[in-house]
T-cell receptor, first 112, second 118 residues
Framework: DQQVKQNSPSLSVQEGRISILNCDYT??????FLWYKKYPAEGPTFLIS?????DKNEDGRFTVFLNKSAKHLSLHIVPSQPGDSAVYFCAASAGAGNMLTFGGGTRLMVKP | ETGVTQTPRHLVMGMTNKKSLKCEQH?????MYWYKQSAKKPLELMFVYNFKEQTENNSVPSRFSPECPNSSHLFLHLHTLQPEDSALYLCASSQGGLAGGPVHNEQFFGPGTRLTVL
């Protein structure tokens, strides 16, 4: 049973518009959430994270929102750029330590 | 370049072969991981090493055998694999993971080894 789910396998957005990637989780013990970006032939690279004590974290064009009651988080990219085209994974961890549970990924395509 | 390297990048092997995947991190981290990414499936954690000690074995078949000789190097020894083991194998490293270390740590990934078992 997948504890972290990304229900949209792909998303297509026009350059300059907002990209919204969604992630749902089932384990209420998760208290730290991360987003990774993956280009073809490369490993995932860390993008942004959020602790469960916050509901929003912003870093430049990237903002992650956390809705604990809904067990849902989202990544907003504004404005989207063609170089943002990649697969985005959300991940979650529970308590202190280093175990991450990943979602299945969403392929984002930003069209010029 | 994330500071985590993996060799080889591609590997094709028969079911009776023995091969090894190598991972090296240049980040001074003390935790290392092996993940498996199969087509259309989430990344699956296989093994975790903290300070060279294996702290997690996620019900991985014994045909996969990890080795961590020091905190910078991690190997995955492969023998008598099955075609369904064909996947992208990713290595990652992070700081901490034990009591007294940072609570949450981003993991840095290598580029992966694309394994095909014939």
């Amino acid at each position: 049973d997948q504890q972290v789910k990304q229900n949209s396998p792909s998303l297509s957005v026009q350059e300059g518009r907002i990209s919204i990637l969604n992630c749902d989780y089932t384990n209420s013990m998760f208290d730290y959430f991360l987003w990774y970006k993956k280009y073809p032939a490369e490993g995932p690279t860390f993008l942004i994270s959020i602790s469960s004590i916050k509901d929003k974290n912003e870093d430049g064009r990237f903002t992650v929102f956390l809705n604990k009651s809904a067990k849902h988080l989202s990544l907003h990219i504004v404005p989207s750029q063609p170089g943002d085209s990649a697969v985005y994974f959300c991940a979650a961890s529970a308590g202190a330590g280093n175990m991450l549970t990943f979602g299945g990924g969403t392929r984002l395509m930003v069209k010029p | 370049e994330t500071g985590v390297t993996q060799t080889p990048r591609h590997l094709v092997m028969g079911m009776t072969n023995k091969k090894s995947l190598k991972c090296e991190q240049h980040l001074g981290h003390n935790a290392m991981y092996w993940y498996k990414q199969s087509a259309k499936k989430p990344l699956e954690l296989m093994f975790v090493y903290n300070f060279k000690e294996q702290t997690e074995n996620n019900s991985v078949p014994s045909r996969f055998s990890p080795e961590c000789p020091n905190s910078s190097h991690l190997f995955l020894h492969l023998h008598t694999l099955q075609p369904e083991d064909s996947a992208l194998y990713l290595c990652a490293s992070s700081q901490g993971g034990l009591a007294g270390g940072p609570v949450h740590n981003e993991q840095f990934f290598g580029p992966g080894t694309r394994l095909t078992v014939l």
